[in-house]
């Protein structure tokens, strides 16, 4: 019997660790994550800072780095021209350090166009400063494990964490001008206000699968899926993504170049 029994126990804590759910890397949030995420920040007229959304540093240029935020959060849609822009405003990083605040301006350098889901904003930072970068990986699936670095309120750089609900909704979900069907649904506890923009990163990958981009009955995060930065990335390098336009005062393209 007492054979039986242990042989019984063994095989559930074998089970229990096959099923649970990867931990939270303490070393990949503390060494990459938290600092690779940074505050975006505009000057507005008055001179004050006012504090918008997060953004992530993707990827080390000769003179700076990319980092990748939500197009709400800095970039307006044009529903006539089918074009989208960035905001009149100058933008400004930070990496929250504790005490004084430094902040270094950033450059709108392509946005998506949220009427058809794409609800990234894309920005260079000249900097010779150190920043470490997240890798973008792959969607993710329904129970995925997440970590996510983001300033809700504007209170600071805080950790979440939670779990995929659903990989893309099946429903027609418009808020505004956004357009959030075959968006992702997660679970977790605390994102907020100023959390937009902020990545997801699934634990199994350690890389970037969805950015967060609100928030449905204050219930369900919604996040954009990593393959639709990817494939908008793709459009702005070989131009073939014709609603991104850098001044809101340029023509229209023709239809036959926004429908491309």
């Known amino acids: 019997m007492n054979t039986v029994l242990t042989l019984l126990l063994l095989s559930a804590a074998a089970l229990g660790q096959a099923s649970a759910p990867p931990k939270v890397s303490t070393d990949f949030v503390a060494d990459i994550l938290y600092p690779a995420t940074a505050l975006l920040y505009s000057e507005e007229a008055d001179g004050g800072m006012k504090m918008r959304c997060t953004a992530t540093s993707i990827q080390k240029t000769a003179t700076g780095y990319v980092f990748v935020t939500a197009a709400h959060c800095g970039c307006k849609d044009n529903e006539d021209k089918k074009t989208v822009s960035p905001e009149k405003a100058f933008f400004y990083l930070t990496a929250d350090q504790k005490g004084q605040k430094k902040f270094d301006k950033a450059e709108v350098v392509g946005c998506g166009y949220r009427h058809r889901g794409d609800d990234f904003m894309l920005l260079q930072l000249v900097s010779d400063e150190t920043w470490p970068t997240v890798p973008l990986g792959d969607d993710p699936v329904v129970l995925d494990q997440i970590v996510n670095v983001a300033s809700p309120l504007g209170l600071g750089k805080q950790v979440f964490s939670g779990a995929v609900s659903s990989s893309a909704v099946d429903r027609p979900v418009i808020?505004?001008?956004?357009?959030?069907?075959?968006?992702?649904?997660?679970?977790?506890?605390?994102?907020?206000?100023?959390?937009?923009?902020?990545?997801?990163?699934?634990?199994?990958?350690?890389?970037?699968?969805?950015?967060?981009?609100?928030?449905?009955?204050?219930?369900?995060?919604?996040?954009?899926?990593?393959?639709?930065?990817?494939?908008?990335?793709?459009?702005?390098?070989?131009?073939?993504?014709?609603?991104?336009?850098?001044?809101?005062?340029?023509?229209?393209?023709?239809?036959?170049?926004?429908?491309?």
């Open 175 to 260: 808020d505004g001008d956004i357009n959030w069907t075959g968006a992702v649904l997660l679970q977790m506890f605390g994102v907020n206000g100023g959390s937009s923009g902020s990545s997801v990163v699934c634990l199994r990958q350690k890389a970037i699968c969805a950015f967060v981009v609100g928030s449905i009955q204050d219930t369900t995060m919604t996040a954009m899926p990593v393959s639709r930065l990817k494939k908008l990335r793709a459009g702005l390098a070989d131009g073939t993504y014709k609603y991104w336009v850098k001044d809101p005062d340029a023509p229209a393209p023709t239809e036959e170049k926004v429908t491309k």
